[in-house]
């Protein structure tokens, strides 16, 4: 046994409160190394003449990666009080592994040995907002969604997808547009919209803020905006607003006083500058988003700026009554601020949700304090290698995700912000060249998997564009021009998500088998089990799963027969 690879804290993804009264133990070892473990736990202070009472529970083999065996376990301390340790065995040797060390056999003259989760207080446990786990997202770019006031439209908009998306072209989409195809969204199924940037800012993707709390008059006014959230709310579908604190725009107020009055400018304090004159080129001598002379990164440590991005903050919601924020460059902004931000936010909504976009090791600020989720970027990039570059098989996905869903508690991944393309990336379509076979393994993987799914404006419609501006484009409102097979590929896969709440994250997640570019993995509760098959190659597999008696299939073709190249089988336990 390489005990050197034997690993657990009482913290973090390793020991948590699931809920109030449960918490989860996690323990890695050598992949293949242990046949058994078995948690060996007791309350602290339950002793008896024949000393410490203790219990025994087998932990189950939760996932394996590339590296390590992951063993999970759930236990519901009866006084919230827990002291642990684990016992490993493999055939012919066995060890027990504390908080002091490695010993033969368990100590138990003393608790002072084990590993200490001291009490399960309800303030500490990290919680979601319950309507999350359940929401799929639809992001929509205001600018290129649709266009319903030409009244409002920017003096050098053109007419709309009449010429490819630059950099620096508007085409007048707006709310109204929104509202119109309000229907489109329903008829999807969709139950969210992320809107990238709203406020009044210059370019036509609205990341340089000029007014946070102004509605930018391309899009409409707040009126229009308020009867957008109602419209949308009538409909079942929350809103998330992004919210761009990390760093203003250029032609922000308190910025432009700062060029104008350097030194003597009263928000000289409002960003980080470092020096008198201030100058742009070749690089800025001011803290910037990157080194983006246009983003000029807000000193979130100041009293007066941390008051009115936290005024920002609850104005939207308690005025406008959105459900939730995106945080762009979340994790350049200090912890302190992002701790102030969600009194305020969930002050404001109890219920509102706060996802971060961070895209690696996203731990410190996932603990309950901070953040409900960050946006899922290793999903997005497994996924990709694994259906549409073909870069990792399927237990290359199988590995990395077991991976990724290890580095997080269970109720962190429940409400994971997952998605394949944004309007930072390329189209799916594009990741695809073009193959929509693979475009809809992709859909039924993200729709299927553990977290909460969001659907870039015009991929359900197989809209095609490389990397910003391409991935841009106007929205095509011509059905004719529409792909209406992948449309109603992806509404049944939200219509199976709604109707089986297992897939929609009141299930476990466990990969089945992964052999060469077949994936089987079942999604399951005490209530109900589902198995999805997907061949993810160009070749047909014979028999890529002897389903048991007793299932029935949901959706896709019979895996215990050919099932086609990227076939794929959704099968429900009777
Ligand atoms: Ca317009």
């Not at 006084?79 to 138990?108: C, H, M, Q, W």
């Not at 998330?240 to 604190?245: G, K, P, T």
């Not at 990157?290 to 104005?315: C, D, G, I, R, W």
């Not at 946006?375 to 996924?383: E, S, V």
Request: proline content about 5%.
């Amino acid at each position: 046994m390489l005990k050197e690879a034997i690993y657990h804290r009482p913290g973090n993804n390793y020991a948590y409160a699931y809920d109030e009264k449960t918490l989860h133990i996690r323990l890695r070892t050598k992949k293949g190394d242990a046949d058994q473990v078995t948690l060996i736990y007791g309350d602290p202070y339950d002793w008896t003449e024949e000393g410490w009472q203790t219990s025994s529970s087998l932990m189950t083999l939760s996932g394996t990666d590339e590296w390590f065996d992951y063993y999970h376990i759930e236990i519901q301390p009866p006084f919230r009080r827990l002291r642990y340790g684990f016992k490993i065995s493999n055939g012919d040797e066995t060890v027990v592994y504390t908080e002091k060390g490695f010993y033969e056999e368990a100590p138990l003259d003393d608790t002072a040995y084990y590993f200490c989760f001291p009490f399960l207080n309800a303030i500490d446990v990290f919680r979601a907002p319950c309507w999350v786990k359940d929401t799929v997202w639809y992001q929509i770019f205001p600018e290129r969604f649709a266009n319903g006031d030409q009244s409002n439209d920017p003096e050098d908009a053109v007419p709309w997808g009449s010429e490819e998306p630059k950099p620096d072209n508007f085409f007048g989409g707006d709310f109204q547009g929104v509202i119109d195809h309000i229907d489109h969204l329903v008829k999807l199924g969709i139950s969210g919209i992320y809107f990238t940037p709203i406020f009044k800012a210059k370019s036509n993707h609205k990341y340089d803020t000029i007014d946070y709390l102004e509605i930018d008059p391309q899009f409409g006014d707040k009126e229009t905006f308020k009867k957008l959230v109602q419209v949308c709310h009538e409909n079942g579908i929350k809103v998330m607003l992004d919210a761009v604190f990390n760093h203003s725009g250029y032609y922000f107020e308190p910025f432009q006083d700062v060029l104008k009055n350097e030194d003597n400018s009263r928000y000289k304090n409002w960003f980080h500058l470092r020096e008198f004159p201030i100058v742009t080129e070749p690089r800025p001598n001011y803290d910037t988003f990157a080194f983006e002379k246009t983003m000029p990164k807000l000193n979130t440590e100041n009293p007066e700026v941390l008051e009115y991005l936290l005024k920002v903050a609850s104005y939207w919601i308690k005025e406008f009554d959105i459900d939730g924020w995106r945080l762009d460059v979340a994790n350049e902004v200090d912890h302190s601020f992002w701790r102030a931000f969600r009194k305020v936010v969930k002050n404001a909504k109890p219920e509102a949700y706060i996802l971060g976009e961070i895209w690696h090791d996203s731990i410190k600020w996932l603990q309950g304090d901070q953040f409900d989720a960050v946006m899922n970027y290793p999903f997005t990039n497994a996924a990709l290698d694994f259906v549409a570059k073909e870069t990792i098989d399927a237990k290359g996905f199988s590995e990395k995700m077991t991976a990724v869903m290890q580095m997080y508690p269970e109720n962190v991944n429940e409400v994971a912000f997952n998605l394949l393309g944004s309007h930072d990336t390329k189209r799916v379509l594009n990741f695809c060249d073009g193959n929509k076979d693979k475009m809809k393994l992709l859909f039924l993987l993200m729709l299927s998997f553990k977290g909460t799914p969001c659907i870039y404006y015009g991929d359900e419609i197989g809209m095609a564009g490389e990397i910003d501006p391409g991935c841009r484009e106007c929205m095509e409102w011509d059905e004719e021009k529409q792909d209406l097979d992948l449309f109603h590929h992806i509404q049944t896969l939200l219509t199976l998500r709604k109707e089986h709440r297992v897939l929609a994250n009141e299930g476990s997640l466990s990969f089945i088998s992964a052999k060469g570019r077949t994936l089987v993995y079942e999604r399951s509760s005490y209530e109900e089990s589902i198995m999805i098959v997907l061949n993810a190659g160009d070749e047909s597999v014979e028999n890529a799963y002897v389903i048991a008696e007793g299932y029935e299939l949901l959706f896709g073709n019979d895996a215990s027969g050919v099932l086609p190249p990227y076939g794929f089988s959704m099968y429900r336990k009777k």
